[in-house]
């Protein structure tokens, strides 16, 4: 058997979307008290619907009759993920560091497979359930500081169950995309949702202050990276690499994402990357992998015995 002419360099596809991944969490950090958030999701939105209408528009048109009846599912998922999960990642960026950001990010497919037990009906695995709590004790370490006990004394900054709150949504969202499965390409599906969330976030921008709306020098160039690469070209990789390796083996490539994002603040922001970062983010990654590893169901149904026949 012939091998695929991309098998030797397929892993550079959800490589290269999480290392664009990684700069878009820096970027977040970057953003904070610099532009509000509503305005960058929208500013962001505005840009990537400006650069698909390129090449996605006129097939969206074509494709209006298939597109149609799905218009709500689609403003429900670019909802979901272009503004909710969004505008929390901006809002946590203001109260904590992007290496948490990433952690909690990362935790993204293990919370999908939680959803998928509760709202798919998919059974529960040992991983699933073991990873979880894995993940859970390595979070508390985490937002902790490596003191658990501080957590009850001084509670946890804003920023760190808002993040795991935008996790939870964009976790939410991959569950719903899977279960309706919309009979569209992958790039009419993203155009569509960009432009729904587009029109959902234009009156949280026009209440944002005018001061938090500015373009300017600083909040271009955010715009850009998070309108272009991150929200156009990143997709693009993404797609490109499920279709090839599948969804499995790109999820993994999740587990490089605290790594990258904590280089990129130690030598952009310069954040420190503490002990309690590596052992508190270490185990909350274990339990992902834990997740993706360990698929045995928690539960096997007995078997059926056979009717007696008198």
Request: glycine share 8%; net charge positive.
């Amino acid at each position: 058997m012939k091998s695929s002419p991309y098998s030797r360099t397929a892993f550079l596809y959800p490589f290269s979307a999480v290392a664009l991944w990684s700069g878009n969490v820096i970027v977040s950090r970057m953003s904070a008290h610099t532009i509000g958030p509503e305005a960058i999701t929208f500013y962001r939105l505005l840009f990537a619907v400006l650069l698909m209408s390129g090449f996605v528009a006129l097939p969206a048109w074509r494709n209006k009759a298939a597109i149609w009846p799905h218009l709500g599912q689609f403003a429900i998922l670019g909802f979901l993920a272009m503004c909710l999960f969004q505008s929390l990642s901006y809002l946590a960026a203001e109260t904590t560091t992007a290496t948490n950001m990433a952690v909690f990010t990362a935790l993204t497919p293990l919370l999908t497979v939680a959803l998928s037990a509760v709202l798919l009906k998919d059974t529960p695995t040992i991983g699933m359930v073991g990873g979880g709590l894995l993940s859970l004790l390595g979070l508390i370490y985490l937002v902790s500081g490596g003191s658990p006990a501080a957590l009850l004394r001084d509670g946890l900054h804003l920023g760190d169950p808002l993040m795991f709150a935008a996790a939870l949504v964009y976790a939410l969202y991959g569950v719903l995309l899977k279960r309706w499965n919309l009979p569209v390409t992958g790039w009419q599906s993203t155009y569509m949702q960009a432009l729904c969330a587009l029109v959902i976030m234009f009156p949280a921008f026009l209440a944002t202050p005018a001061p938090l709306r500015a373009l300017n020098r600083e909040t271009l160039p955010l715009i850009a990276y998070a309108g272009g690469l991150a929200s156009v070209v990143l997709p693009f990789l993404w797609i490109r690499g499920v279709q090839i390796l599948g969804p499995s083996r790109c999820a993994a490539f999740m587990n490089l994402l605290p790594v990258m994002t904590a280089l990129g603040a130690i030598l952009m922001l310069g954040e420190p990357v503490r002990l309690h970062h590596i052992i508190g983010g270490g185990a909350a990654l274990a339990g992902v992998a834990c997740a993706e590893i360990f698929r045995r169901p928690l539960r096997i149904a007995p078997a059926t015995l056979p009717k007696t026949v008198h």
